[in-house]
């Protein structure tokens, strides 16, 4: 992963064209926002995995990652470009795959997607306060 921008408070990344290290991603996380607490920063890092898993699992390059906090809320960010491949909630009766977004919704106090052109962002919100 290597960083475009560096925002006062957050990252955002180019992600590259394989997969980044699950350890690296964790790290990137828990740097982004120091002194985090424990839980919020495992919500916040789970979030991130999946969400960058499944732009992996099902979506094309160019990839970016972005994380920013506004006031009491972490904003988890993913681009891909696949605009018409929605992200789906999934079911809980499939344990091999499908429960990503079930987690996202759990963790995150908002969650959704957005498309411009020829870009995807889905995101999830975690609130601090």
């Given at each position: 992963?290597?960083?475009?921008?560096?925002?006062?408070?957050g990252v955002?990344?180019?992600?590259?064209?394989?997969?980044?290290?699950?350890?690296?991603?964790?790290?990137?996380?828990?740097?982004t926002f120091?002194?985090?607490?424990?839980?919020?920063?495992?919500?916040?890092?789970?979030?991130?995995?999946?969400?960058?898993?499944?732009?992996?699992l099902h979506?094309?390059?160019?990839?970016?990652?972005?994380?920013?906090?506004?006031?009491?809320?972490?904003?988890?960010?993913?681009?891909?470009?696949?605009?018409?491949?929605?992200?789906?909630?999934?079911?809980?009766?499939?344990?091999?795959?499908?429960?990503?977004?079930?987690?996202?919704?759990?963790?995150?106090?908002?969650?959704?997607?957005?498309?411009?052109?020829?870009?995807?962002?889905?995101?999830?919100?975690?609130?601090?306060?």
């Amino acid at each position: 992963m290597s960083t475009v921008e560096l925002p006062r408070d957050g990252v955002d990344l180019s992600l590259p064209d394989t997969p980044p290290a699950q350890d690296e991603l964790l790290r990137l996380v828990a740097g982004t926002f120091p002194g985090t607490d424990g839980d919020r920063l495992v919500d916040l890092q789970v979030i991130a995995a999946q969400l960058v898993g499944n732009a992996y699992l099902h979506a094309g390059p160019p990839r970016r990652l972005r994380l920013h906090r506004v006031g009491d809320v972490v904003r988890v960010e993913v681009d891909d470009s696949s605009p018409s491949r929605f992200p789906v909630l999934g079911r809980l009766d499939t344990p091999e795959q499908g429960r990503g977004l079930l987690m996202i919704n759990r963790l995150s106090v908002n969650w959704g997607h957005e498309t411009r052109g020829d870009c995807k962002t889905v995101w999830a919100e975690v609130r601090f306060a």
